[in-house]
């Protein structure tokens, strides 16, 4: 049959198209046409007399099958098209596992359960088998149950592990074993499958009853999987089970694009897949119609440091454009400050629009500083995948503390807080508070400040949880008149106990909440900072630090209807997007490769892959940019440039310095000395002697590898390796602002900063003297700043060092 499609193919993209005798495995490069590949093999099967419902074609989201059964409608019509069996693992096998429910004993009405149904369950098992919910967090339980799932070890085989075992003493969770089996059995009476299941069930059905593989073999004559890097150990044993008997299958994706280890991904099944199908043929997709030559030539040099991968070479055929861009700024302030100036400057000069940018960071924690910076710069952003920081449930939850300290009048603070962390307080006390205060006309923290005198209607008991927590919030009243904010809020995130609360969970999703609480603590730390040093020292309290934020989260939907925007996300989140304009931002050791994959090669290189997904994300400019120090875990760290930087060819990637700002051909081949160890005028001492002076320690850190626990040929659990978790253990007794930086010895003597002298300030970068003014402790400067703008700065609170 005449297939006229074919021709708007090129020649690598046409082969693994009209290839459909056997087992085939197409390895696209990043921008180099996989969807397409997809559709046109779809629509070429159907063409050459395949009927559309003997093809199954799986996706790991719905937007990516709705989009490709769109294509294919328009190549041969959606009559066609819409009787092809296309959609995710889950929703194609939930399906099949309805109609032949009986066989694995369920019901064909079964229940899927989410996220939440699944974990609202084991907060019951947990709590009937009265067991430490702090230690049993659902979460993690789920996460640990999940993994072993989808490396099909049943409540049985987990039972009889040994090294199972083991890892759960170790992780003081001696438990699972008995939470898992009791799970298994709830869902199974409440005739319920969780997403997991829909999984390990299809797989059960298929491989225990030879008659109905034989019939979804015979049915599903041609197999198609999308993004087969992503796959996991289950889904893989799914794939081999439904093609067993005629081996049609045809796998497409990228083992470079291999970054979802974390979620139970298996890189080795893409590694792997000619040696589990017979006389496999393969076809590289090369050619990049995404990015100019240089960007793809940058994401190639990088990407041949990982030796687990199978060789490619992509090419581009499209301008030849710029080299990527590393700038170095002082501070994860003026690093947003570069990108802000930079995305100005290039919308100026390439007459773009803002929807043209991305802003590529690690972790979601990251964003903080680009969102302060973008708000003050009044470029309109939005974060794509996730929340904006000050919109984070526990970022929320600290800031309404903060509120309720500023204001106890605050009614919607008080609900969020009463009972958070739990206290005992449930929803009918809070309820009849509110009816009292309804009913007096008073405020909730008038009722509970003199509850007789308002006749709150409440026991004994709960009165008394009521009256502890009005004095550990009055207690913080007090002392927010005479301390700052990173001194009280730092204290009030310990003592209230949302520390425990989320410094316990070691889930993903438990990990990422620590990294905002953290980030939040460098917040407070910056703001106080900057207050002082601007001579702005009467300005530090938790109330001055909510009006600065309420700014920002007053704003956080003006652009909900405004589609020109820059798009803020994680890498994980851009995969499968792309931007003219790309800023890959933290490219310091511990951000970028992440502090948890140290010490496992194999984390590592999926971390160096993740950066080549975020490299070939850009069409035009890539920009990378790191500091010299940032705000992490409450403290100012000073950090290395990443190991990744240096594996980019060098002859691909120009450098400014931090220093004076000047473009160099190449970066320095020494992460560990490119930004040397300068110490500035009252500087403090760096993260690792705070850490070993007890009266200044804030943070104290255990590093959870982020491994795969289920990974040895899907029967023996690998016990978690770790080293300690930042966890916030005891406020500072005294803010360390005011120790060394201002002692009269750390003060600036007269004379030592003059008119016209060239400064090196800690977190504003270069900048040059426009006036000095005052004497003593009074004497300021105006200093003009490279990318910060002009500053007016305290001199004895001042970090700087004069270089020029």
């Known amino acids: 049959m005449n297939c006229n499609f074919l021709e708007e193919l090129n020649d690598s993209q046409r082969m693994a198209v009209e290839y459909c005798d056997g087992p085939s495995l197409v390895i696209a490069g990043a921008g180099s046409g996989k969807t397409r590949v997809l559709t046109y093999k779809i629509a070429y099967l159907i063409e050459n007399g395949m009927k559309p419902w003997d093809i199954l074609a799986l996706t790991f989201t719905n937007k990516a099958a709705n989009e490709m059964k769109s294509r294919i409608g328009g190549l041969i019509g ?19 596992l309805r109609v032949e429910a ?30 430490n919910d702090k230690v049993y967090k659902p979460a993690t339980v789920h996460h640990y149950i999940s993994m072993a799932k989808n490396h099909l070890i049943l409540p049985h085989q987990y039972a009889a592990d040994r090294s199972a075992l083991q890892r759960d003493h170790a992780m003081h969770m001696p438990a699972m074993s008995n939470i898992y089996t009791a799970y298994c059995e709830r869902c199974r009476k409440a005739n319920a499958m969780d997403f997991d299941d829909l999984l390990t069930y299809t797989f059960m059905l298929l491989k225990e009853n030879r008659d109905i ?22 889904q893989q044993q799914i794939v081999l089970l439904l093609t067993s008997g005629h081996q049609h299958v045809c796998a497409v994706g990228d083992d470079a694009q291999s970054i979802y280890g974390f979620r139970g991904a298996n890189i080795d099944n893409i590694l792997d897949f000619r040696q589990m199908f017979d006389d496999v043929r393969m076809f590289k997709l090369e050619q990049n119609y995404r990015s100019t030559q240089r960007i793809v030539e940058a994401a190639n040099s ?34 947003a400050l570069i990108v802000c100036n930079d995305i100005q400057r290039i919308r100026s000069t390439d007459r773009c629009e803002y929807s043209d940018f991305a802003i590529l960071y690690r972790t979601n924690s990251q964003s903080r500083s680009f969102e302060e910076s973008m708000r003050k710069a009044g470029i309109p952003y939005k974060i794509y995948g996730g929340l904006s920081f000050y919109q984070r449930k526990e970022i929320k939850d600290i800031i309404a503390y903060f509120r309720l300290v500023a204001n106890p009048s605050d009614e919607e603070a008080f609900k969020r807080i009463i009972n958070y962390p739990k206290r005992g307080i449930g929803d009918t006390t809070v309820g009849r508070i509110i009816s009292t205060a309804t009913e007096k006309g008073a405020s909730l923290w008038d009722v509970i400040s003199a509850p007789q005198l308002y006749n709150l209607d409440v026991s004994k008991g709960t009165l008394t949880k009521i009256e502890k927590f009005r004095t550990l919030i009055n207690g913080y009243i007090e002392r927010s008149l005479t301390e700052d904010a990173y001194s009280l809020g730092t204290d009030i995130i310990k003592s209230s106990g949302i520390a425990n609360e989320i410094f316990s969970d070691n889930s993903p999703e438990g990990m990422s909440r620590q990294e905002n609480v953290n980030e939040l603590v460098g917040g407070l730390e910056e703001f106080v900072e900057s207050r002082r040093e601007e001579d702005r020292g009467n300005e530090t309290s938790i109330s ?50 992440n502090q948890m994959c140290m010490g496992s090669k194999r984390e590592m290189e999926e971390e160096r892959r993740l950066l080549y997904v975020a490299i070939t994300r850009a069409e035009k400019h890539c920009i990378l940019t790191c500091a010299k120090n940032r705000f992490r875990y409450g403290k100012l760290e000073f950090g290395t440039p990443s190991r990744f930087i240096n594996d980019i060819d060098p002859s691909l990637i120009v450098t400014e310095r931090a220093d004076d700002g000047s473009f160099e051909g190449n970066y320095s081949r020494n992460a560990n000395t490119a ?29 959870e590898k982020s491994v795969d626990p289920f990974s040895d040929s899907f029967k023996r659990i690998l016990s978690t390796r770790s080293a300690g978790l930042r966890r916030i253990t005891e406020p500072s007794p005294t803010p360390s602002h005011t120790t060394s930086a201002t002692s009269p010895k750390a003060m600036t003597a007269p004379g030592v900063i003059n008119e016209g002298n060239i400064i090196e300030h800690e977190r504003f970068g270069i900048g040059s003297v426009i006036r000095v003014e005052g004497t003593g402790e009074n004497t300021k400067a105006t200093v003009q700043f490279k990318n910060a703008g002009t500053k007016q700065l305290l001199l004895k609170f001042a970090r700087f060092k004069v270089i020029g």
């Open 102 to 131: 009986e066989h694995i004993g369920y019901q064909s009405n079964f229940t899927i359960y989410d996220e939440n149904d699944s974990r609202s369950l084991l907060k019951s098992i947990i709590k009937e088998m009265q067991l």
């Open 302 to 335: 990088l990407i041949k440091h990982n030796e687990r991968q199978i060789p490619k070479d992509v090419f581009s055929k499209n301008a030849e454009g710029e080299k990527l861009i590393l700038k170095q700024a002082y501070s994860d302030r003026e690093e």
């Open 675 to 703: 930004f040397g160890s300068s110490r500035y005028q009252n500087s403090r001492p760096v993260a690792s002697q705070f850490r070993s002076d007890p009266q200044r320690r804030i943070v104290q850190h255990r590093e």
């Open 213 to 234: 593989r034989d019939k979804y073999s015979e049915r599903f004559h041609y197999v198609l999987v999308d993004e087969y890097q992503d796959t996991n150990s289950v």
């Open 78 to 96: 959606e009559e066609q098209a819409r009787y092809i069996h296309m959609g995710t693992f889950h929703s194609i096998f939930s399906r099949i």
């Open 544 to 593: 001055d630090f909510l009006q600065e934020v309420s700014l920002l989260t007053d704003l956080d939907s003006d652009n909900s209807d405004n589609r020109n925007y820059v798009s803020l996300m994680t890498v994980h989140s851009a995969k499968g997007l792309e931007f003219p304009n790309v800023f890959i931002v933290g490219m310091e050791e511990n951000i970028f490769p």
